[in-house]
């Protein structure tokens, strides 16, 4: 149990142009998830924290104008890159926590963005 | 503020043997603490936790890590590694008081197992 799904695994744009990326709970809700960064060989930077039915989160130093959030529905968090540049490309991955503050994290396969 | 502190970027140890992994923590109030393994170009997979009660927890793949409160620790072992072993191990925190609500990762260590 406890599956997130994410899409696409990876995906290939132009700088300039926008992207969203897919976060689903499937078999469970989720009213917070998370989306992390991580740069090659680097660990995973909590970038915010979606929360159903409400504005996200950001961790200092992210552009909330250029990673545009949205959790519309219990089971389902898009994280939008607006106007790409190469700087952009990197791993984005979402998590979320079945409720319960000592429960894990589970995590989607990620996202490889290259901006060229 | 949390923190974790993974001082190794890499471990070798040979098929067969036990292994650990290091991992420190701080955080102001009690510890949840997690083990993860990445492969490449993959999401995370949990692997075990600590939340409360016997020191010793384990979890999948044969792993187990030893909570130890003096020493802020919370060290991954297992009695003999597997070359399928071999991939990224992030240690995590979480304060159990609140605070932040998602988890605190050290930069993770590499994991070689040589056959």
């Known amino acids: 149990g406890a599956v997130v799904s994410q899409h696409p695994s990876w995906v290939i744009c132009k700088s300039g142009t926008s992207v969203k990326i897919e976060c689903r709970s499937l078999d469970f809700q989720a009213t917070t998830m998370f989306w992390y960064r991580q740069f090659p060989k680097q660990s995973l930077m909590l970038m915010a924290t979606?929360?159903?039915?409400?504005?996200?989160?950001?961790e200092q130093g992210v552009e909330k104008d250029k990673f545009l959030i949205n959790h519309a529905s219990l089971t389902l968090s898009t994280l939008t890159v607006t106007s790409a540049h190469p700087e952009d490309s990197s791993f984005y991955i979402c998590?979320?926590?079945?409720?319960?503050?000592?429960?894990?994290?589970?995590f989607g396969n990620g996202t490889r963005l290259t901006v060229t | 503020a949390q923190s974790v502190a993974q001082p190794e970027d890499q471990v070798n140890v040979a098929e067969g043997n036990p292994l650990t992994v290091k991992c420190t923590y701080s955080v102001s109030g009690n510890p949840y603490l997690f083990w993860y393994v990445q492969y490449p170009n993959r999401g995370l997979q949990f692997l075990l936790k600590?939340?409360?009660?016997?020191?010793l927890v384990k979890g999948s793949y044969g792993f187990e890590a030893e909570f130890n409160k003096s020493q802020t620790s919370f060290h991954l072992k297992k009695p003999s590694a597997l070359v399928s072993d071999s991939a990224l191990y992030f240690c995590?925190?979480?304060?159990?008081?609140?605070?932040?609500?998602?988890?605190?990762f050290g930069k993770g260590t590499h994991l070689i197992i040589q056959p």
């Open positions: 998590s979320a926590r079945v409720e319960g503050g000592g429960s894990p994290l589970h």
């Open positions: 979606s929360n159903e039915g409400s504005k996200a989160t950001y």
């Open positions: 600590y939340i409360t009660g016997d020191n």
């Open positions: 995590a925190v979480r304060d159990s008081g609140g605070g932040a609500d998602g988890l605190t």
